[in-house]
């Protein structure tokens, strides 16, 4: 009798035990919990990393440049959005010089389609971009349709049409010097012009899609300084300008496919220097005209300065991160 007296006693203590454990082991996680009510402490977590800031590319913002010439204007391309910004007067003309060869090497290896040009020519046109040279590009000129002939009425030569037509130039026009007409290199344009002719090169619409990427590579490798051991009669050096202000975080992104013009005219005592640059994002086109005796490093220390004051954001210039609230569990 004592016996299973004693055994109901053990059970109901255990029965009762078991009761009371589970109230408080549910009140111990309870505790824990902020959204139970319970008014426990809350833990807290470090607020998520911030999104790094986007790499350095070229904007449209202020330029000052101090400048002492008859002609300065810039236009620049953002090739994601086409919104062209730029001088107030990047609708103004200067010709051309040797910045529109780059276009004439592409007119022409566009019309050959699928087909390869002799070895002879696509050496000439290889020429005329990396080393400016003059009679190369009038070679390659030639086989693209071009002549010296002046046309009727205004008109301008067949090579420039297409690149009206094909790439969209609204001011672009035959040269007005008597003398130099229906030369390429006098074709007036502006830098507004100039800009969209570098980003039809690059999307393809210039050259065709087996050649773009060839002429892209040539004006990567321009080469050859401003230094006069580098500057010959009908060719040169053309690797300055808009290159030398870029900072390697933007020409370290990806190639920069540039494309320079650079002739002291006596007719008008000056130098005609133009700068183009295009890559991924951007087209970028600077014009000048200034007093021979300047020298054409004041030219290229212009462009250099106008592409610097563009980049976006400024070298050491300090990244505001919106602070983030610490939250609660």
């Not at 090579?159 to 003398?179: E, F, H, S």
């Not at 050259?207 to 892209?216: D, R, S, Y």
């Not at 021979?292 to 050491?316: F, H």
Request: charged share 20%; proline share 8%.
């Amino acid at each position: 009798m004592r016996s299973r007296v004693t055994m109901v006693l053990a059970i109901a203590a255990v029965l009762l035990g078991g009761v009371l454990l589970v109230p408080a082991a549910y009140a111990r996680l309870s505790d824990g919990d902020s959204s139970g009510g319970g008014g426990g402490a809350a833990s807290t977590v470090a607020a998520p990393a911030p999104a790094p800031p986007p790499p350095p590319t070229l904007a449209a913002g202020p330029v000052s440049v101090s400048f002492n010439g008859d002609f300065f204007s810039w236009a620049l391309l953002d090739r994601k959005t086409g919104k062209i910004s730029g001088s107030p007067n990047m609708t103004a003309t200067s010709s051309t010089e040797s910045m529109i060869k780059a276009w004439i090497v592409s007119d022409y290896l566009r019309q050959l389609g699928d087909k390869e040009p002799t070895a002879a020519l696509k050496e000439q046109a290889r020429l005329a971009i990396i080393d400016s040279n003059d009679g190369a590009a009038n070679k390659v000129y030639a086989a693209a349709g071009g002549s010296y002939r002046v046309l009727p009425n205004g008109q301008i030569g067949p090579v420039m049409q297409r690149a009206i037509k094909i790439c969209g130039l609204t001011d672009t026009k035959r040269g007005n010097v008597p003398k130099y007409e229906g030369w390429w290199s006098f074709t007036r344009m502006s830098p507004r012009d100039a800009a969209r002719v570098g980003n039809c090169i690059a999307d393809g619409r210039a050259a065709g899609p087996k050649w773009t990427k060839w002429v892209l590579e040539q004006m990567a490798k321009v080469r050859g300084t401003t230094a006069a051991k580098d500057q010959r009669p009908s060719s040169g050096g053309g690797r300055w300008g808009i290159i030398d202000g870029l900072p390697k975080s933007i020409t370290a992104q990806g190639p920069v496919s540039i494309k320079n013009g650079w002739t002291p005219i006596n007719y008008d005592g000056n130098w005609h220097v133009n700068c183009l640059a295009v890559n991924d994002k951007w087209s970028l086109a600077v014009m000048l005209r200034y007093p021979i005796r300047s020298g054409l490093d004041y030219g290229a220390k212009v462009c250099a300065s106008v592409a610097t004051q563009l980049v976006t954001p400024q070298p050491g210039a300090a990244l505001k991160v919106p602070q983030q609230p610490v939250g609660k569990l």
